[in-house]
């Protein structure tokens, strides 16, 4: 909501990230890649410095104090996730990444299909919303369909609608892509899947780090998303599912901490969330994303949100009014993700020239072979943004690129 928006201060976001202080190839370091990954500010590197410094045990078994406050400190995190994306404690998951909590669903749903069912995605899905579902199709003999992206790289809603059916039992679609920055209406998604009678599973691996998101108002069954991306550390993870979905599915690991009674013949299984949750969590890892949450909710999400706007706005400006270089994806309506090429000049090639000024970009398929093949491309280069970057750093971007055309072509 606009009124509720405020400008986003990077200048002084910039000083809570270390890393924005060092220096590549002689030039300060300019990271445009933060749809890989993200930068950490020192309250999250702290929090995890902490743990390991002065309260560190393992959770949920201890009676002593050191593993009342490592587990107090976890489940906290836990409730903050929750509330990040309006869920309740007993749907919110922690697993490795959105990768796991994925695989997660495709398992422990997929080992439900059976011939004759069909599972939807997109043309534009990360492989790792991809391959889960390919494998288990193929498995189940269940039937998997891609709905198309049109010529802009927005998802046709009209050959969504034709995949849809009596037999489609789920609905797996990225709320934003990762290569095209495009935007998908997962709440409509979510009313066409259900009208059909299938689930919904939201990839938000590129929507949670950056803008407001709210589970129950997009209605889906499933959302996954990774702390990496969102100022966290890696190897955490979450995965919302509904309630009831939950209580009637079969855990995807088995092991220690999600037991409630094991005998020689049975076992009887935790509730939830613990109950997806076998072995040693990632104790350290939880702790930050919930420092990492709570450094985001401090600045807002609509902010965080409106910042990206900008500028991805103004880097499409820049870009755009270059006749050598092709965009790809909607020209308004995006997120932060700006994938391009320069004209006869490979991805990885701009890349590596733009290293050498100090500019971490990304160059190659972004692991989306599948949505490389419909754009013919055997790779783009990607311009990421976060809340740390700025104008000054897609001028910098820019007259790199010119370096690149001067090296390259002699243009
Ligand atoms: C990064 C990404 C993933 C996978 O995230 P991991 O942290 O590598 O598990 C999935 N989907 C999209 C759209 C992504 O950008």
């Excluded at 903050?80 to 749903?109: C, D, H, P, Q, W």
């Excluded at 199709?137 to 998997?144: N, P, S």
């Excluded at 998604?189 to 919904?200: E, M, N, T, V």
Aim: proline fraction near 3%; charged fraction near 25%; glycine fraction near 10%.
């Amino acid at each position: 909501m606009a009124s509720g928006t405020m400008q986003l201060n990077a200048s002084s976001i910039r000083e809570d990230f270390p890393i924005l202080g060092r220096k590549v190839n002689g030039k300060p370091l300019i990271y445009l890649d933060n749809a890989a990954t993200s930068q950490k500010p020192r309250q999250v590197i702290d929090s995890i410095r902490d743990y390991y410094g002065n309260y560190n045990a393992n959770v949920h078994r201890g009676i002593h104090r050191l593993s009342e406050e490592a587990s107090e400190a976890y489940e906290s995190s836990r409730e903050k996730a929750a509330r990040f994306i309006n869920a309740g404690f007993e749907e919110t998951i922690f697993t490795k990444n959105a990768t796991e909590s994925l695989n997660l669903v495709a398992y422990s749903i997929g080992m439900q299909l059976g011939k004759g069912d069909e599972v939807v995605v997109s043309e534009m899905e990360h492989h790792s919303n991809f391959v889960p579902w390919q494998q288990i199709c193929l498995k189940k003999g269940a039937r998997l369909r891609f709905v198309k992206i049109d010529k802009e790289g927005r998802l046709d809603m009209d050959d969504l609608a034709g995949c849809l059916n009596r037999k489609t039992r789920i609905v797996s679609i990225t709320h934003v892509s990762n290569v095209l920055g495009t935007i998908n209406p997962v709440r409509e998604i979510a009313k066409l899947a259900h009208d059909c009678g299938a689930l919904f599973i939201v990839d938000a691996a590129q929507s949670a780090p950056h803008m407001p998101l709210d589970v129950r108002s997009i209605g889906c069954d499933f959302l996954a998303f990774s702390s990496h991306k969102m100022l966290g550390p890696t190897g955490i993870g979450v995965l919302y599912g509904k309630k009831e979905l939950l209580d009637s599915m079969q855990p995807f690991i088995y092991g220690g901490d999600m037991i409630r009674e094991v005998t020689f013949e049975s076992t009887r299984f935790n509730e939830l969330p613990w109950k997806f949750e076998a072995g040693t969590p990632n104790i350290a890892g939880g702790i930050g994303l919930g420092a990492a949450i709570g450094y985001l909710e401090k600045i807002g999400m609509e902010n965080v949100f409106e910042h990206e706007k900008m500028l991805s706005e103004y880097a499409l400006g820049r870009l755009l009014s270059e006749e050598d270089i092709k965009v790809y994806g909607p020209k308004k309506g995006r997120a932060g993700v700006i994938s391009f090429n320069l004209k006869g000049i490979h991805a990885h090639d701009v890349a590596a020239i733009l290293d050498q000024e100090g500019i971490a970009i990304r160059g190659g398929h972004h692991c989306a072979m599948p949505l490389m093949s419909r754009l013919e491309a055997s790779g783009t280069a990607r311009a990421s943004f976060y809340i740390y970057n700025t104008k000054q750093e897609i001028d910098a971007m820019a007259s790199a690129l010119e370096k690149v055309r001067g090296v390259l072509t002699g243009r």
